[in-house]
């Protein structure tokens, strides 16, 4: 069974920075290989939105408007883990973040088409919370 651990997420003032992990495990090396990684975040009233993405096959990776240029996201294989680097941090990006995760192979690598779609991710974990304090 695939499961997503979140940590990492915390409380920090506005400009610090913050490093959210995504441990993956239930499958093989050969299996993550084969899957793309996403981190989407829910904040109080408002709708869930997609954060970034990678496709660890071809290592492409999307962005959200919202935290292009502060936020990167980067693959360890030997780790299973998806990392989500957070700088630059905004009282906006408190949220509760997820990761979840997707086999983009079986999806004939269209990512890009549905990169920001909650429901087309067929695992996910439990959450990790943000407080960014201004």
């Known amino acids: 069974e695939v499961t997503l651990v979140e940590s990492g997420g915390g409380l920090m003032q506005a400009g610090g920075s913050l490093r959210l992990s995504c441990a993956a495990s239930?499958?093989?090396?050969?299996?993550?290989?084969?899957?793309?990684i996403a981190w989407f975040r829910q904040a109080p009233g408002k709708e869930r939105e997609g954060v970034s993405c990678i496709s660890v096959p071809d290592k492409s990776t999307y962005y959200a408007d919202s935290v292009q240029g502060r936020f990167s996201i980067s693959s360890d294989s030997a780790e299973k883990t998806v990392y989500l680097q957070m700088n630059n941090l905004k009282p906006e990006d408190t949220a509760v973040y997820y990761c979840r995760a997707v086999n983009v192979r079986r999806r004939g690598f269209l990512l890009r088409l549905w990169v920001w779609d909650w429901y087309e991710y067929d695992y996910g974990g439990q959450g990790t919370q943000v407080t960014v304090s201004s």
């Open positions: 239930g499958f093989t090396l050969d299996d993550y290989h084969d899957y793309a």
